[in-house]
């Protein structure tokens, strides 16, 4: 098991959580959260060691198109990059889904 650990800057705030995908056999799970420091500060836990280069060649490339101030846990069981970036890019839907949700909506 190896702990992965990265921080990019950000340029706005992110105000709701989310929670995609499970581990499991070549899966990984998301967690989102809001970081009130304006960071994005990513820890990865993962059962496959020694592919640091690889999961920071990912998320430079994510961090290039998201600036969201947030806190991101990843549990991976041996995902490829591919779902990687799919992972990612679904928890930040869903916090933008969730943001443009007003309170009272019945959605």
Excluded: C
């Excluded at 290039?64 to 991976?76: L, M, V």
């Excluded at 992972?87 to 909506?105: K, M, N, T, W």
């Amino acid at each position: 098991m190896e702990q992965l650990k990265f921080d990019y800057r950000a340029q706005r705030a992110v105000t709701a959580r989310a929670h995609v995908g499970v581990v499991g056999s070549g899966d990984l799970e998301v967690l989102l959260s809001p970081n009130d420091a304006m960071r994005a500060q990513v820890t990865i836990n993962t059962s496959v060691d020694g592919y640091g280069h690889i999961w920071k060649s990912v998320l430079d490339r994510f961090f290039t198109r998201y600036d969201g101030a947030a806190i991101i846990e990843i549990n991976d069981f041996g995902a490829t990059p591919g779902v990687v970036a799919l992972r990612l890019a679904e928890a930040v839907e869903a916090v933008e889904a969730s943001d443009a949700i007003e309170p009272g909506d019945t959605q």
